[in-house]
């Protein structure tokens, strides 16, 4: 889907909302990621920012029935909540591989959702000592941070 489709959509829904917004921005790089910049982000993100989500999930549907389910990756990003959530992500597992590399045992981190066990991936993905797996299913799935035996 086209960057100008997805801020139309993206100020459309919120028009429906009654949520006004400043700027709308898409950047496409790894990941499709719809920036807005509101004074009202609280009305979403409230509540563990499950307006955002539930949002989330209404683009991609909206996305998926008129593009296909491959045109839906995509990801709503209000005042930077999502960017400010992975650098925390971030920063937890690097403070546990550093456990994992002095102790040089397994560490467990706590259940995330795709994308950010994604980020953990790509994080470690060209470390020489870490090695990161996912395990579990459903709501339980979460990455597990390893020391890779040389």
Do not use: C, W
């Amino acid at each position: 889907m086209q960057a100008e489709e997805l801020k139309t959509l993206v100020a459309t829904l919120f028009g429906h909302l009654d949520l006004s917004f400043s700027d709308i921005t898409v950047s496409q790089g790894a990941r499709t990621v719809v920036s807005v910049t509101s004074d009202e982000a609280d009305r979403l993100l409230g509540n563990n920012a499950e307006g955002l989500r539930s949002l989330q999930v209404l683009a991609r549907r909206i996305v998926e029935k008129h593009h296909g389910e491959d045109a839906a990756q995509f990801l709503i990003d209000l005042n930077n909540y999502h960017e400010k959530q992975m650098e925390q992500v971030r920063a937890n597992a690097r403070t546990l591989a550093q456990r994992v590399r002095l102790f040089k045992h397994e560490v467990e981190m706590e259940p995330m959702s795709s994308y950010e066990r994604l980020v953990v991936h790509e994080l470690f993905a060209e470390d020489a000592e870490i090695e990161t797996r996912s395990v579990g299913e459903g709501k339980f799935r979460h990455i597990v941070l390893a020391f890779r035996s040389k």
